[in-house]
C-alpha cells in the first residue's frame, strides 16, 4: 500500500435516482458546446442557436455512435461473447476518436444544408468541441475508470476495490487521467480564443489547431493509462492516432491559415466595399470643380475592413 499525503477520493454513488452521472456530465458537456457553438455563428454572422441545435443534433448523435463503435472495436474481446453490452452507453465506453471521426463530418454537413460554409462551421465549432469534453471527462470519475497509473501525489485518486485494475492493492492510488484531459481540454479552448484574437487565422484552420492541440494532450494521458489495450510498436493504440491528430491538425492549419473569409449571407457587397476608394470606379470630380483636399479623401485602410475580413473586434473570444 502506498502512503500518501492528500487523494482525490473515490465516488460513493454514479447515480442519482434513475440519472446516471456519467450520461449526466455527457449531456452538460453537449450543453455547452451547442450553447457556445450558437454563440459563434451569431458573432460571425452566418448562424442563430436555433441553428446550432439542429446542426448539434444530428452531429452529436453521430459522434455518440462513432464513439461506441470505435470503443467496441478496439476492445472487441469485452464484446464479443456478450453483443447484448454494446448499446449500455451508461456503463461507460465512448471513444473520442470515433467521435469526432464521425461527428464532425456529419456536423459540418449539416451546416453547409443550411447555407452554412463549411470553413465557417467548423471554426465556430473548433472551441466548442474541447468544452464538451472538458465537462464530458467528469463522467470517468463517476464510473472509476480510464486512470493511470499508481502515484502518492497529492492529487491522486482512490478507487474502489471493485473498480481496480487486476494485480494492484487495495488503497492504491492512481493519477487521475479524467482530470488531466479536462484540465487539457479547458486549457485547448482558451488557446483557441486566444490564437483568434490575437493572429486571425482563416476560417477552417481553428479546427486543425483544435485537432493538433487534443492529440498531443491525449498523446501524454494515454501513455499514463493502465487499462488494457492494444499495442503497435511499443505505443498504445491510441497513441499512435493521437499522432495522427497531430499532423493531419496542423496540416489543416498551416492549409487554411491564411486563407480569406468568406461574406457573411445578406450583407451585399457595396456595404462591404462602401467608404473604400475605388480607381475608375466613374466618381471623377466635374471639370469645373476643385479637386477637395487630399487629406479628405484618404482612406484609413485600417479603419475599413478589406472585403469579407474580420476585425479585431469581430474575432473576440466570446
Known amino acids: 500500500m502506498m502512503s500518501l499525503l492528500a487523494s482525490i477520493p473515490s465516488p460513493s454513488f454514479n447515480s442519482i435516482g434513475p440519472l446516471n452521472l456519467y450520461g449526466l456530465c455527457i449531456a452538460l458537456g453537449v450543453i455547452a458546446a451547442v450553447w457556445l457553438f450558437g454563440r459563434r455563428l451569431e458573432k460571425f454572422g452566418f448562424g442563430t442557436a436555433?441553428?446550432?441545435s439542429s446542426i448539434a443534433i444530428w452531429a452529436v448523435l453521430a459522434g455518440v455512435v462513432g464513439a461506441r463503435l470505435y470503443h467496441v472495436a478496439t476492445d472487441w474481446e469485452k464484446f464479443e461473447d456478450n453483443l447484448g453490452d454494446i448499446p449500455k452507453l451508461w456503463e461507460g465506453g465512448l471513444g473520442i476518436p470515433g467521435g469526432l471521426l464521425l461527428g464532425i463530418p456529419v456536423g459540418l454537413w449539416m451546416a453547409r444544408s443550411k447555407g452554412i460554409p463549411?470553413?465557417?462551421?467548423?471554426?465556430?465549432a473548433a472551441p466548442a468541441i474541447p468544452l464538451a469534453q472538458a465537462i464530458g471527462r467528469w463522467g470517468n470519475y463517476f464510473n472509476q475508470e480510464l486512470y493511470g497509473r499508481p502515484t502518492d501525489l497529492p492529487w491522486a485518486l482512490e478507487i474502489d476495490a471493485e473498480h481496480l485494475v487486476?494485480?494492484?492493492?487495495?488503497?492504491?492510488?492512481?493519477?487521475?487521467?479524467?482530470?488531466?484531459?479536462?484540465?487539457?481540454?479547458?486549457?485547448?479552448?482558451?488557446?483557441?480564443?486566444?490564437?483568434?484574437?490575437r493572429f486571425k487565422p482563416g476560417p477552417g484552420s481553428l479546427m486543425g489547431l483544435y485537432l493538433a492541440a487534443y492529440g498531443l494532450g491525449r498523446f501524454w494521458v494515454e501513455g499514463l493509462r493502465i487499462d488494457p489495450a492494444d499495442e503497435v510498436a511499443g505505443l498504445r493504440w491510441n497513441q499512435l492516432v493521437a499522432l495522427a491528430a497531430v499532423v493531419g491538425g496542423m496540416a489543416i492549419f498551416l492549409a487554411l491559415r491564411t486563407r480569406p473569409w468568406p461574406d457573411p449571407p445578406g450583407v451585399l457587397p457595396e456595404e462591404l466595399d462602401d467608404g473604400v476608394s475605388d480607381e475608375g470606379s466613374g466618381d471623377e470630380p466635374a471639370a469645373d470643380e476643385e479637386p477637395a483636399d487630399a487629406d479628405?479623401?484618404?482612406?484609413?485602410?485600417?479603419?475599413?475592413?478589406?472585403?469579407?475580413?474580420?476585425t479585431?473586434?469581430?474575432?473576440?473570444a466570446t
Do not use: K, M, Q
Not at 168 to 196: N, Q
Not at 312 to 316: I, S
Open 50 to 52: 436555433d441553428d446550432a
Open 118 to 124: 463549411i470553413s465557417v462551421a467548423a471554426t465556430c
Open 166 to 197: 487486476a494485480s494492484y492493492e487495495v488503497g492504491t492510488t492512481f493519477h487521475p487521467t479524467f482530470l488531466y484531459e479536462s484540465l487539457w481540454s479547458l486549457g485547448v479552448v482558451a488557446v483557441l480564443l486566444l490564437v483568434e484574437r
Open 296 to 310: 479628405d479623401d484618404e482612406v484609413d485602410d485600417d479603419a475599413t475592413p478589406p472585403r469579407g475580413a474580420r
Open 312 to 316: 479585431g473586434e469581430d474575432n473576440a
